[in-house]
């Protein structure tokens, strides 16, 4: 999908909010130099 529609960055996780991302409960996708970059969830 992202070849067809570019992203900035996505976020993967349960009802996210600005508490779940600055808590570490959601998963980041941002663009890489090969493609998707995947950043997981530390909480």
Excluded: K, N
């Amino acid at each position: 999908m992202h070849t067809d529609v570019p992203l900035q960055r996505a976020l993967i996780g349960f009802e996210l909010d600005d508490q779940s991302i600055a808590g570490g409960w959601a998963a980041v996708l941002t663009p890489g130099p090969h493609g998707l970059t995947y950043r997981p969830a530390t909480a």
